[in-house]
């Protein structure tokens, strides 16, 4: 089932990469637009809709490698065969 809000997690799960780098994205920490986003308490959630036009408005856009290496979750060589 899709929601139409979704978790920091429910976003990385998504995008295949890490929760820190989406709290970059919605800090406005990463060389993109800042992710626009709910704050309840210390829940942050994003809605759907802002999380597509944002993937659109960014399509293309390089992230430098450097900042991905710091973000994506380590992958174990006995899942990549």
Do not use: F
Not at 20 to 39: C, F, H, M, N, T
Request: charged share 30%; net charge positive; aromatic share 4%.
């Amino acid at each position: 089932m899709k929601y139409d809000i979704l978790t920091v997690k429910e976003v990385a799960e998504e995008l295949r990469c890490s929760k820190a780098l989406i709290y970059q994205a919605v800090r406005g920490k990463l060389d993109a637009p800042k992710l626009p986003s709910i704050r309840l308490g210390k829940r942050v959630l994003i809605r759907r809709a802002v999380l597509e036009h944002w993937m659109q408005q960014n399509d293309g856009m390089m992230i430098p490698s450097d900042e991905l290496a710091k973000n994506v979750l380590p992958v174990s060589p006995a899942k990549m065969q």
